[in-house]
């Protein structure tokens, strides 16, 4: 479980591709502080497992899947990520509840600044539409924003100067692809609504009313 403050921002430094799995080196340092092999670190977002650990780096495998589902697909040598230690308990909870777990890929398709603060409208994937609502958490790259405004399969939020110095998505342009995760909660809510009948009388009439369907 993550929290969507994003740590640090590491560099790729090794990429080996294979049939079935990959491997990916990482340049860090504030990640490796307390890690250990086997320990859960974020990846623009991708929960991966520390499966080897040097001074100033660390190694993880890849399944042919996560590749399939995420933007980790479209990184080489010499990419910039996002890094964050899974939350410790007792820990401050400055985001969300982040599993780590992407949802689908997303697309940067328009960025406008506005004083100090800069606005990403991002292209969602039209199956991800019913977990995001205006005021709501959405995970981009592994950092926790808010959802400022919904328009159509839109979703706009706004950075402010620290999260663009501090994370990768200051260096994003349009038609980057992103790494989105939703809100836990509300895929919870949406499968509890989603069902023929519930206890509490929703029916599929209800959802179709509410636009939950």
């Known amino acids: 479980m993550f929290t969507g403050i994003v740590e640090e921002i590491g560099q790729v430094i090794g990429w080996k591709q294979g049939p079935q799995i990959c491997q990916l080196t990482i340049q860090c340092s504030r990640v490796l502080d307390d890690a250990r092999i086997g320990d859960s670190i974020a990846v623009n977002g991708v929960c991966l497992t520390a499966a080897s650990q040097g001074d100033n780096s660390f190694t993880a495998d890849i399944m042919v899947e996560s590749l399939n ?25 400055g985001g969300h509840w982040v599993t780590g777990h992407i949802d689908d890929v997303g697309s940067i398709s328009h960025i406008r600044r506005e004083r100090n603060s800069l606005w990403y409208s ?20 592994g950092t926790s924003l808010t ?67």
């Open 69 to 93: 589902k995420t933007a980790l697909k479209v990184l080489k040598v010499g990419s910039r990520v996002n890094l964050e230690r899974a939350l410790q308990v007792g820990g401050r909870l």
């Open 147 to 213: 959802i400022a405004k919904l328009e159509g399969n839109i979703c706009v939020v706004s950075l402010i100067p620290h999260t663009a110095s501090a994370t990768i998505l200051g260096q994003k342009q349009p038609g980057d692809f992103v790494n989105i995760e939703t809100d836990i909660l509300g895929k919870y809510v949406a499968t509890m609504l989603g069902r023929e009948k519930t206890s509490s009388g929703i029916t599929q009439e209800k959802l179709q009313q509410f636009g939950f369907v």
């Open 122 to 141: 991002i292209a969602v994937p039209a199956h991800l539409r019913v977990y995001l609502v205006p005021k709501g958490s959405i995970a981009v790259d």
